[in-house]
């Protein structure tokens, strides 16, 4: 009795009209409160896999697109950096992190070649150099990513040559 009573009160809760929650959006998120039950969390949860993934793992694959990249002619090195984690339930909190660091003429044009590339890659900039952070690329999508990368690079270094 106390049950219906809650399901009616939300139901006339205003949140209720601006989420207008559906049947897929409350399977997504039963599969995702499941996950937390059966403590399988960090290995299903795409998040807590990102953010379990250990430093050392990390770094060897920023590691191994560096060096893929510069067989490729394109300056790659290792960095350490850190991920900001969790944007609004976490503002400002971060764990440390190996990026791979591009260096270019231009990070802002090969960050813009990057994001328009399919798939998109977003990376950030700092100390003049396009920062590209494995913790946020699933394993599985490393070799996509490195294609991205190439094919953005050598656009970038066609289209400075034909502005030259």
Known sequence: MIQKALVAQLRHHPLARALRVDKSTLAALQATLLHYVRREAEREA?????????????AARAAD????????????????????????SLPGEELPTRALALTTPAPDALAAALRSGDPPVIGRIAEGQLLLDPRTVPPESDETLLQTVMAAAKWQTNSSNHHD
Do not use: C, Q
């Open 65 to 88: 697109w560096a060096a893929v990249l510069r067989k490729t002619g394109i300056p790659a090195t290792v960095v350490a950096a850190f991920s900001t984690i969790g944007g609004g």
């Open 46 to 58: 795409p998040v807590w896999r990102m953010i379990a993934t250990p430093l050392d793992a990390l």
